[in-house]
């Protein structure tokens, strides 16, 4: 059995591949054409409110105090992320948006379903902080592009800033919750289900049906 230090390591690296393809895929959508920065800011927005209800979910059943109080933290660092990101939107001429709009995401169901402390530090915080971070580092990118800079830094600085945090809290709860080779399984099923589906949700077709239409 890999040490669980090492494990941990290997899984955040092997996730990285999976990762940079979700990334490419939600490139090409962003360069379809009549995307704009308030589609990216509307998906970002989508992403976060439904982060927010799943940390809400899991605090109900957790045993482990460090990962309530994190959820609980998150809860509210969503919260005020949901809430800058409709003040920016409202910037740009975009009022109204609900990001429930269109359901729920199938990895909405997928994390939501899971039970025990690895699954979640595995897919909620290791796998599921570092495709934020990198899905924020795109869109980012994107509004810098089309010039606008507060939007790029609000996504790439100040909400990247806090997935940043959890990630790292993610890494080390995985390390206390992976001591045998059946928690490691169990962790390694729930990071691999969680790049398959978000790769699912950033391709062209799906991203536009997720964000609906504009208003």
Same mark, same amino acid.
């Given at each position: 059995?890999?040490a669980?230090?090492?494990?941990?390591?290997?899984?955040d690296? /092997?996730n990285?591949?999976s990762?940079? @393809?979700?990334?490419?895929?939600?490139s090409t959508a962003?360069a /379809?054409d *009549?995307?704009?920065?308030p589609?990216?800011l509307?998906f970002?927005l989508k992403?976060t409110?439904?982060?927010?209800?799943?940390?809400?979910l899991w605090?109900?059943?957790c045993d482990?105090?460090?990962m /309530?109080l994190?959820?609980a933290?998150?809860? #509210?660092d969503?919260?005020?992320?949901?809430r800058?990101l409709?003040? @920016?939107?409202?910037a740009? =001429?975009?009022? =109204?948006?609900?990001?429930? %709009?269109g $359901?729920y995401s199938?990895?909405?169901?997928?994390?939501r379903?899971l039970?025990t402390t690895?699954e979640r530090?595995?897919? *909620?915080y290791?796998?599921g902080?570092?495709?934020?971070m990198? @899905?924020l580092?795109?869109?980012? $990118?994107?509004?810098? @592009?089309? =010039? %606008?800079? %507060?939007?790029?830094?609000?996504?790439g600085?100040?909400?990247? =800033?806090?997935?940043?945090?959890?990630?790292e809290?993610?890494?080390q709860? +995985?390390?206390?919750?992976?001591p045998?080779?059946?928690?490691q399984?169990?962790?390694?099923?729930?990071a691999?289900?969680?790049?398959e +589906?978000a *790769?699912e949700t950033a391709?062209?077709?799906q991203?536009?049906k997720?964000? #609906?239409?504009?208003?």
């Amino acid at each position: 059995m890999v040490a669980a230090e090492n494990y941990v390591a290997e899984l955040d690296t /092997k996730n990285q591949a999976s990762i940079q @393809r979700v990334v490419d895929a939600l490139s090409t959508a962003l360069a /379809k054409d *009549g995307v704009e920065v308030p589609d990216a800011l509307r998906f970002a927005l989508k992403a976060t409110i439904e982060a927010a209800e799943v940390a809400a979910l899991w605090i109900t059943d957790c045993d482990d105090l460090e990962m /309530k109080l994190s959820l609980a933290e998150q809860c #509210g660092d969503s919260a005020r992320q949901c809430r800058k990101l409709s003040e @920016r939107l409202l910037a740009l =001429g975009v009022s =109204g948006y609900d990001p429930r %709009d269109g $359901g729920y995401s199938k990895l909405f169901a997928f994390l939501r379903s899971l039970q025990t402390t690895e699954e979640r530090s595995s897919a *909620g915080y290791l796998t599921g902080r570092a495709l934020s971070m990198a @899905r924020l580092g795109a869109l980012a $990118g994107f509004c810098e @592009r089309k =010039g %606008d800079g %507060d939007s790029a830094r609000l996504l790439g600085v100040d909400i990247m =800033g806090q997935e940043r945090r959890y990630y790292e809290q993610g890494k080390q709860m +995985l390390v206390a919750a992976v001591p045998t080779e059946e928690s490691q399984a169990r962790a390694r099923r729930a990071a691999y289900r969680t790049l398959e +589906l978000a *790769g699912e949700t950033a391709e062209p077709l799906q991203l536009r049906k997720a964000l #609906g239409k504009r208003r």
